[in-house]
């Protein structure tokens, strides 16, 4: 079966520190790997995606690239902002819906 | 543009009781799902559907019926609800299953407490 592991936190960094959120993940086949990122009180917004091995997700200053050969989507940012102050979500999906990691809650100090 | 739109936003059940939560999606995306999310275990699927008339069972779909009559609603029922059913409801629709990479939209959630 699908599973993603993501390291679960909470992270806390200071403002503009590098920022780097781990995740591995199973599947079958050749997943789609998305990162989401939810805010207090609020859904899921579509962060960044990447469709095929070595493609790079990019948004807001966050970057992913999709590692086939470490089975990684790694999410990183340059200088965080206290604004990123959130959950953010690694997930993956075959077809048949999106699999989830735990999820990881960054807190941004100023 | 609405997008995916939950209703309501927050309901508390007596444990036995019977609802329906809401999901509607104005993208005409064929593709509807419905997950749950508890502390530490991240969103988990309870059911989805590829189409109307089609529904299949996600990770977690005891104690939930589901239904896709038109493209643009899909209703999660508990038809007995208990305490363990207490979490956040969310729905998400997607053009391409996450394939193509447009990923999932997802609704503002709805906030369930059984007593």
């Known amino acids: 079966g699908n599973s993603v592991t993501q390291m679960e936190g909470p992270v806390t960094l200071s403002e503009e520190a590098f920022l780097t959120i781990n995740c591995t993940y199973t599947a079958t086949g050749y997943p789609s790997l998305f990162w989401y990122v939810q805010y207090p009180g609020e859904g899921l917004q579509l962060l960044l995606k990447?469709?095929?091995?070595?493609d790079k997700g990019s948004n807001k200053g966050f970057e992913a690239t999709y590692r086939k050969e470490t089975t990684s989507f790694h999410l990183e940012k340059g200088s965080v902002q206290v604004s990123d102050s959130a959950v953010y979500f690694c997930a993956l999906s075959n077809g048949d819906g999106l699999t989830f990691g735990k999820g990881t809650h960054l807190i941004i100090q100023p | 543009n609405a997008g995916v739109t939950q209703t309501p936003k927050f309901q508390v059940l007596k444990t036995g009781q019977s609802m329906t939560l809401q999901c509607a999606q104005d993208m005409n995306h064929e593709y509807m799902s419905w997950y749950r999310q508890d502390p530490g275990m991240g969103l988990r699927l309870i059911h989805y559907?590829?189409?109307?008339?089609?529904?299949d069972q996600g990770e977690v779909p005891n104690g939930y019926n589901v239904s896709r009559s038109t493209t643009e609603d899909f209703p999660l029922r508990l038809l007995s609800a208990a305490p363990s059913q207490t979490s956040v409801y969310f729905c998400?629709?997607?053009?391409?299953?996450?394939?193509?990479?447009?990923?999932?939209?997802f609704g503002s959630g709805t906030r369930l407490t059984v007593v």
């Open positions: 990447a469709t095929k091995a070595d």
């Open positions: 559907s590829v189409g109307a008339g089609i529904t």
């Open positions: 998400a629709s997607s053009p391409d299953r996450g394939r193509g990479g447009y990923g999932y939209t």
